[in-house]
């Protein structure tokens, strides 16, 4: 049983018991797979396994976005926690915004007041061709028994969506980097994971 998508590896870390009684798979914490499908919690975990990640804000409401303006140079994403939400509320995962005036007004018109769900996060410069990707798998000992690394593109949506179109190419440094933080973390499993960068 291989999970292809974030909703369906939580699918299988969650019901892991039941499952187990009719497939075999790759068995993952179920915290582990939820704080590395939410971009808060990857945030996060990123930071303290010292992995280069951009700067990020939680706004809980409208005046925490004001006081993060002083903070913030433009253009910055405007972007879910959890994607899913979002998607469903608006029809888009992010967003790239240009002026305080778009994001207080893009925020108050997208966030979910109940359960806040948008991030501010420092827009890291490049086209499509900039996001590197990693794609292995890993052990139930969180060793990379295989992986490879390759450049988008294209993304759909433009800038901001999945890959349309892709190629593979070696980056050594998004591989290291990728393994010793999986092999912090403990994941265990296949992983598709995105970088912009510069490397």
Same mark, same amino acid.
């Given at each position: 049983?291989? @999970?292809?998508?974030?909703? /369906? ?6 019901? *892991?018991?039941?499952? =187990?009684?009719? $497939? &075999? ?49 433009? @253009?910055?994403?405007?972007? /879910? ?6 998607? *469903?509320?608006?029809? =888009?995962?992010? $967003? &790239? ?103």
């Amino acid at each position: 049983l291989i @999970p292809t998508t974030d909703n /369906a590896a939580v699918l299988v870390a969650d019901h *892991a018991d039941q499952l =187990r009684q009719g $497939f &075999i798979f790759q068995e993952a914490s179920s915290g582990l797979v939820r704080s590395l499908r939410s971009k808060k919690a990857m945030y996060f975990l990123a930071r303290k396994h010292q992995i280069p990640t951009a700067e990020s804000f939680f706004p809980q409401c409208h005046r925490d976005v004001l006081d993060c303006l002083d903070k913030i140079t433009f @253009p910055v994403m405007l972007k /879910a926690i959890d994607g899913a939400r979002l998607f *469903a509320r608006a029809g =888009r995962k992010m $967003f &790239i915004v240009n002026s305080s005036k778009e994001l207080l007004s893009l925020y108050d018109r997208v966030e979910d007041p109940a359960a806040p769900n948008l991030m501010i996060q420092e827009c890291v410069p490049g086209k499509d061709d900039t996001v590197w990707m990693f794609n292995g798998y890993f052990n139930a000992k969180s060793t990379c028994l295989w992986g490879f690394t390759g450049k988008k593109i294209r993304q759909c949506p433009i800038h901001t969506g999945s890959t349309s179109l892709g190629i593979c190419l070696r980056n050594d440094e998004v591989t290291k980097s990728t393994t010793r933080f999986m092999g912090q973390l403990g994941y265990r499993g296949i992983l598709d994971i995105g970088y912009r960068c510069l490397l």
